[in-house]
């Protein structure tokens, strides 16, 4: 059964800016947290989510989201620079690095890919409620970084061509 509801959710329109976005993510975290202690493998998790922090804080980004073994950061918002896509690269190699370095302190190998996309994105508070304390997103640069992760290479940053050019 279908419903036609309208809801008047009073909320900020956003503001149109260009951003740059980027997704990290561990990969073959299934097997290792199905092969070990998981006390263990959250040891490893967060040693990769604070490498992760410490790169995109050098670098002028925004950690956005922890989601299990990966995250999401942003370049040009929430404060805006025209160097975004710039400092999302620099930080998806110091992510790889300060990971690398991380990883020597455990037996496990700690696999990582990164993926970078820019884009025009509208940012803005996510809804009433308890979601007026987040803001989201919304465009093809969050899309496409996540895609792009998701295909990368481990070891490796893959940027789109926006964020290339």
Request: aromatic share 4%; net charge negative.
């Amino acid at each position: 059964m279908t419903r036609n509801m309208s809801i008047d959710l009073d909320i900020e329109k956003g503001e149109r800016r260009q951003i740059t976005a980027l997704f990290y993510d561990m990969v073959g975290s299934t097997t290792m947290v199905n092969n070990m202690d998981v006390e263990d493998f959250r040891e490893i998790q967060q040693a990769v989510h604070q490498a992760a922090h410490r790169a995109i804080a050098a670098n002028g980004g925004h950690l956005d989201l922890l989601m299990g073994d990966g995250g999401s950061a942003y370049f040009g918002y929430p404060v805006a620079s025209e160097d975004a896509p710039l400092q999302a690269v620099l930080a998806g190699l110091a992510i790889l690095k300060e990971c690398a370095k991380a990883a020597e302190d455990f037996e496990e190998p700690v696999r990582i890919r990164v993926g970078i996309a820019t884009g025009s994105a509208v940012a803005g508070q996510a809804g009433r409620g308890a979601l007026a304390t987040r803001d989201e997103i919304i465009g093809i640069a969050p899309t496409l970084a996540a895609r792009i992760q998701g295909e990368a290479n481990v070891g490796t940053v893959a940027v789109s061509n926006a964020t290339y050019k």
